[in-house]
C-alpha cells in the first residue's frame, strides 16, 4: 500500500517550497519583485481614489439636479429620476408636473454643481410610457429644440 503524497510533493519541483534560495536568484530579484508590487499596488490605489471622487462629484450633481426641477416646476415631489452623463456636465432630470399628468416633464441642466440650483438650458416633454428617446419626446425649448432631440413639434403623435 502507497502511502499518500504530502501537499507540496504534489507540485512541480519549481513549484515546491525549497530550504534554501537558488544560488544567483536571491536578493536582486526579491527586491524587483517587491518594488513592481509596491508600483501595482499604488497604481489601483489612485485608480480607486479618483473613482471615488468622481462617483461623490455625480452624487452632488444630481442632488443639485433634483434641486433645480422642484424649483422651476413649483412641485415638490421626492421621485425625480435623473440621468447623468459622466462624461460632460449635462444631465436630464424628468418628473410628472402635477399629479394628473398623461407626461413627464424633462429639464436638461448644465453647469456647475457648487452652486444651488444649475442652469436650465432647456427642455421638453416625455410620455408616460417609454424611454427617453428621440421618437417619445416633444414640445422642445431651448437647447433641446436647437439639437433637435424631439422628433414631434407638439402633442404625442
Not at 525549497?18 to 544567483?24: F, K, S, V
Request: proline residues 6%.
Amino acid at each position: 500500500m502507497t502511502s499518500l503524497p504530502t501537499t507540496f510533493e504534489r507540485l512541480p519541483p519549481w513549484l515546491r517550497p525549497r530550504d534554501a534560495e537558488a544560488p544567483g536568484s536571491g536578493r536582486r530579484r526579491r527586491l524587483i519583485e517587491s518594488a513592481v508590487l509596491i508600483a501595482v499596488g499604488l497604481l489601483l490605489a489612485a485608480a480607486v481614489t479618483r473613482d471615488v471622487v468622481r462617483q461623490v462629484g455625480v452624487d452632488q450633481r444630481v442632488v443639485v439636479d433634483k434641486r433645480t426641477w422642484v424649483h422651476y416646476t413649483h412641485r415638490n415631489i421626492k421621485l425625480v429620476p435623473v440621468l447623468t452623463n459622466t462624461r460632460n456636465n449635462v444631465d436630464f432630470a424628468c418628473g410628472l408636473p402635477h399629479p394628473h399628468a398623461t407626461y413627464r416633464f424633462c429639464l436638461m441642466l448644465t453647469g456647475p454643481s457648487h452652486t444651488t440650483y444649475r442652469h436650465v438650458a432647456g427642455g421638453y416633454r416625455l410620455q408616460l410610457t417609454g424611454f427617453d428617446v428621440r421618437a417619445n419626446r416633444y414640445d422642445c425649448f431651448g437647447q433641446p429644440r436647437r439639437e433637435r432631440l424631439c422628433a414631434h413639434r407638439g402633442g404625442v403623435g
